[in-house]
T-cell receptor
Framework: NAGVTQTPKFQVLKTGQSMTLQCAQD?????MSWYRQDPGMGLRLIHY???????DQGEVPNGYNVSRSTTEDFPLRLLSAAPSQTSVYFC????????????FGNGTRLTVT | AQKVTQAQTEISVVEKEDVTLDCVYE???????LFWYKQPPSGELVFLIR??????QNEISGRYSWNFQKSTSSFNFTITASQVVDSAVYFC?????????????FGTGTRLKVLA
């Protein structure tokens, strides 16, 4: 099993550009989420989903959109990138049970200039 | 609101020393889960342990041990006889079932440096 796959691994954008970070899991997990990791800030929840067609905001949702059309995929969209969105992004999934640990992708390092 | 505090930003120890990483959490829920994750220099996030709010039994796994105390809202992690390979950022996380849904809340992490 591939687990949680994130693409791309690295990305450089210019201010104002848009892009989509891809996340796919093959474990049939219902819960998926996006985090950003910044120095001294830990992991902050951007958006999450408890199943196909259901999404909700986390702690830092501004500037990001998500959708969940299938159980497997949970893309994160930046509509107009800003330097403040320079970060490392992690996608994670788990079964729909709050006692389950998260399975993380390997991260995407995004730089916005 | 839920919150996880890891007050130790960075800890440096010499190899073979014991080290304890602190985690303090806040929640009004009576049922919740606590987790520890490790992020080595390679960057991936690795699950270490899970503990539910009804189980205050300490856990030991090799050189790792965890002490959960509801009275102080703490879930501390001790590494005995630390090794260079233990150098990583360690995150504590809380997950509660609130209003029919749930979301994981992470602390800011503690960077552990084990010096040879």
């Amino acid at each position: 099993n591939a687990g949680v796959t994130q693409t791309p691994k690295f990305q450089v954008l210019k201010t104002g550009q848009s892009m989509t970070l891809q996340c796919a899991q093959d474990m049939n997990h219902e819960y998926m989420s996006w985090y950003r990791q910044d120095p001294g800030m830990g992991l902050r929840l951007i958006h999450y989903s408890v199943g196909a067609g259901i999404t909700d905001q986390g702690e830092v949702p501004n500037g990001y959109n998500v959708s969940r059309s299938t159980t497997e995929d949970f893309p994160l969209r930046l509509l107009s990138a800003a330097p403040s969105q320079t970060s490392v992004y992690f996608c994670a999934s788990s079964p729909r049970s709050y006692n389950s640990p998260l399975h993380f992708g390997n991260g995407t390092r995004l730089t916005v200039t | 609101a839920q919150k996880v505090t890891q007050a130790q930003t960075e800890i440096s120890v010499v190899e073979k020393e014991d080290v304890t990483l602190d985690c303090v959490y806040e929640t009004r829920d009576t049922t919740y889960y606590l987790f520890w994750y490790k992020q080595p220099p390679s960057g991936e996030l690795v699950f270490l342990i899970r503990r539910n709010s009804f189980d205050e039994q300490n856990e030991i796994s090799g050189r790792y041990s965890w002490n959960f105390q509801k009275s102080t809202s703490s879930f501390n992690f001790t590494i005995t006889a630390s090794q260079v390979v233990d150098s990583a950022v360690y995150f504590c996380a809380l997950n509660c079932l609130t209003s029919g849904t749930y979301k994981y809340i992470f602390g800011t992490g503690t960077r552990l440096k084990v010096l040879a």
